[in-house]
């Protein structure tokens, strides 16, 4: 039984609203110091072919040997995935002409992947439940090298540096249904990847690219044709491509066509797909067990001694932040959407209020931070800083108002906060006989507005301004609004 469509997610074509289909085929950089079958390293932005081993470079005669590192975070991150790990693999040549991996023939794996079926938990904007993506299976293979054709008017170049690279190829099931799904799933999936430390997650480097494959049709029918959008290396980009796609997509089809399955590219530039090539069927690769290598096989206690080691993953860590210190969903998202982010979190939060502790990361510093382009990581204010402001507005020594004055200054100054609030008398006026004098002073230059306050009690909130004013902003609101209630004669 398919569930019902979210009519929000449907596309108006001219004849009728059509649903979109996605399947993801993401391609992630094994994040290990070698390469999958050889020593080589795995370094970025060295000399172009400083980095290739003979075993790369496909020399006859020369054997590839498996990188076990590469094993373990292959089934580190199917475990990450709630996958099921499959403790006998086998690694299968796929015939095709690559100009940049001399081989002539990809190492990958075909019928018998390391992990097989697992999910994501991805929430996306603006949905009040998440949407599960379910895993197809993910498989270790090799990277190709670059052909480099813009240096020279006659010559191309190749660099093989990272020929031989291991990636996980990580395949969903048509599970997606929008642009803003699919974003969301590759966001959540690289934030997997980057807490496992399976993946650095980089898409400027080309370190996780995806290979978008989408179909419309109309809400019940059965899945349409797909065309697979090749290689793109944003989230962005993955959405637009999604959208202009599916649109093309429809516009042939509401023109009485049909959809050829192919292989396409987006062009960012141009905002289009355009065809590549018609797509090759599996029997085309002629795939058979690679003869150099041996079925890759372990026993559970391997696997078991790796679950039992995982990080805490984002979901569970969410989880918890709601639980340990009572925040939104939404807040525990944010703050857990990067490790980094839920450490800082977490250190400025000891022994204080965890839901006012949020508000000051999210909304004060994340803010901040997002302004400048800046990394958590490279953050003025340390977790110490935000801990002793949110001290500092808890016990009522400051204003929120002010607080933000402090942070500003701590952010471009550095220092310790309550030294600073002491050093420059900023500390909240409760003392209740300067407040009245500033209340009373109000009140004797304003009698109009005495007058229509009595009449319109929601005039109080011109006095409190005035008052708050007057005192630079630090006398303390609570107490600025009973004593004016009260010699305002308004009730409540
Ligand atoms: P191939 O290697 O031929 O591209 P895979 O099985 O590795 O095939 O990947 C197929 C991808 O296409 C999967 O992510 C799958 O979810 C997706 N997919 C399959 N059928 C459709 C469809 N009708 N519309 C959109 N995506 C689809
Ligand atoms: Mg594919």
């Given at each position: 039984m398919n569930a019902p469509v979210n009519p929000k997610k449907l596309i108006k074509g001219a004849t009728a609203d059509w649903e979109v289909v996605i399947g993801l085929e993401i391609h992630a950089q094994v994040n290990t110091e070698a390469k999958l079958f050889s020593g080589a390293s795995t370094r970025f932005g060295s000399e172009p072919n400083a980095n290739v081993s003979?075993?790369?470079?496909?020399?006859?005669?020369?054997?590839?040997?498996?990188?076990?590192?590469?094993?373990?975070?292959?089934?580190?991150?199917?475990?990450?995935?709630?996958?099921?790990?499959?403790?006998r693999s086998v690694f299968d040549r796929k015939n095709y002409f690559y100009p940049d991996l001399p081989q002539g023939y990809q190492i990958s794996q075909y019928q018998h992947p390391i992990v097989g079926e697992g999910e994501v938990i991805v929430d996306v904007p603006g949905y009040s439940e998440p949407i599960i993506v379910r895993i197809e299976r993910l498989h270790l293979e090799q990277d190709a090298g670059k052909s480099i054709h813009d240096q020279d008017p006659r010559l191309s170049f190749v660099d093989l540096n990272r020929s031989?690279?291991?990636?996980?190829?990580?395949v969903s099931k048509p599970d997606i249904r929008s642009s803003e799904e699919a974003k969301a799933y590759v966001t959540k999936l690289r934030t997997i990847l980057r807490y496992l430390g399976t993946c650095d997650g980089d898409m400027e480097k080309g370190n996780l690219r995806a290979d978008v494959n989408v179909s419309v049709r109309k809400p019940g029918d059965p899945l349409g044709t797909r065309c697979e959008i090749k290689n793109v290396n944003s989230v962005r980009f993955i959405g637009q491509a999604i959208e202009v796609e599916a649109r093309r997509q429809i516009g042939i089809i509401e023109d009485g066509g049909t959809i050829d399955q192919e292989t396409r590219l987006y062009d960012p530039g141009k905002g289009e797909t355009r065809s590549m090539r018609s797509k090759e069927e599996a029997h085309d690769y002629r795939y058979f067990p690679d003869p150099d290598l041996?079925?890759?096989?372990?026993?559970?206690?391997?696997?078991?001694?790796?679950?039992?080691?995982?990080?805490?993953?984002?979901?569970?860590?969410?989880?918890?932040?709601?639980?340990?210190?009572?925040?939104?969903?939404?807040?525990?998202?944010?703050l857990s959407a990067e490790r980094e982010s839920a450490d800082f979190f977490e250190e400025a939060a000891k022994g204080r209020d965890g839901k006012q502790t949020a508000n000051w990361v999210i909304n004060e510093l994340f803010g901040r931070l997002n302004k400048e382009g800046r990394d958590i990581t490279a953050s003025p204010v340390s977790a110490a800083q935000i801990?002793?402001?949110?001290?500092?507005i808890g016990s009522g020594a400051i204003s929120g108002k002010i607080a933000k004055d402090l942070f500003e200054i701590v952010w471009t100054e550095g220092g310790d906060p309550a030294a600073i609030v002491e050093a420059r008398g900023m500390k909240q006026?409760?003392?209740?006989?300067?407040?009245?004098?500033?209340?009373?002073?109000?009140?004797?230059?304003?009698?109009?507005?005495?007058?229509q306050a009595k009449a319109k009690p929601s005039m109080l909130g011109w006095f409190v301004g005035q008052v708050m004013k007057a005192s630079g902003g630090k006398a303390n609101p609570g107490t600025v609004n009973g004593m004016l209630k009260a010699k305002l004669g308004i009730d409540g």
């Amino acid at each position: 039984m398919n569930a019902p469509v979210n009519p929000k997610k449907l596309i108006k074509g001219a004849t009728a609203d059509w649903e979109v289909v996605i399947g993801l085929e993401i391609h992630a950089q094994v994040n290990t110091e070698a390469k999958l079958f050889s020593g080589a390293s795995t370094r970025f932005g060295s000399e172009p072919n400083a980095n290739v081993s003979l075993v790369d470079a496909a020399m006859p005669g020369m054997l590839p040997v498996i990188n076990e590192e590469c094993v373990r975070q292959a089934i580190r991150t199917g475990l990450g995935l709630k996958a099921e790990i499959n403790h006998r693999s086998v690694f299968d040549r796929k015939n095709y002409f690559y100009p940049d991996l001399p081989q002539g023939y990809q190492i990958s794996q075909y019928q018998h992947p390391i992990v097989g079926e697992g999910e994501v938990i991805v929430d996306v904007p603006g949905y009040s439940e998440p949407i599960i993506v379910r895993i197809e299976r993910l498989h270790l293979e090799q990277d190709a090298g670059k052909s480099i054709h813009d240096q020279d008017p006659r010559l191309s170049f190749v660099d093989l540096n990272r020929s031989g690279v291991a990636l996980m190829e990580i395949v969903s099931k048509p599970d997606i249904r929008s642009s803003e799904e699919a974003k969301a799933y590759v966001t959540k999936l690289r934030t997997i990847l980057r807490y496992l430390g399976t993946c650095d997650g980089d898409m400027e480097k080309g370190n996780l690219r995806a290979d978008v494959n989408v179909s419309v049709r109309k809400p019940g029918d059965p899945l349409g044709t797909r065309c697979e959008i090749k290689n793109v290396n944003s989230v962005r980009f993955i959405g637009q491509a999604i959208e202009v796609e599916a649109r093309r997509q429809i516009g042939i089809i509401e023109d009485g066509g049909t959809i050829d399955q192919e292989t396409r590219l987006y062009d960012p530039g141009k905002g289009e797909t355009r065809s590549m090539r018609s797509k090759e069927e599996a029997h085309d690769y002629r795939y058979f067990p690679d003869p150099d290598l041996l079925p890759l096989e372990f026993d559970g206690a391997y696997v078991k001694a790796l679950a039992d080691a995982l990080p805490e993953l984002p979901d569970a860590k969410k989880a918890r932040f709601i639980n340990q210190y009572g925040l939104s969903a939404y807040d525990a998202s944010v703050l857990s959407a990067e490790r980094e982010s839920a450490d800082f979190f977490e250190e400025a939060a000891k022994g204080r209020d965890g839901k006012q502790t949020a508000n000051w990361v999210i909304n004060e510093l994340f803010g901040r931070l997002n302004k400048e382009g800046r990394d958590i990581t490279a953050s003025p204010v340390s977790a110490a800083q935000i801990g002793s402001i949110v001290d500092l507005i808890g016990s009522g020594a400051i204003s929120g108002k002010i607080a933000k004055d402090l942070f500003e200054i701590v952010w471009t100054e550095g220092g310790d906060p309550a030294a600073i609030v002491e050093a420059r008398g900023m500390k909240q006026v409760t003392d209740t006989g300067a407040i009245e004098k500033a209340v009373d002073e109000i009140i004797a230059a304003n009698p109009d507005k005495v007058e229509q306050a009595k009449a319109k009690p929601s005039m109080l909130g011109w006095f409190v301004g005035q008052v708050m004013k007057a005192s630079g902003g630090k006398a303390n609101p609570g107490t600025v609004n009973g004593m004016l209630k009260a010699k305002l004669g308004i009730d409540g």
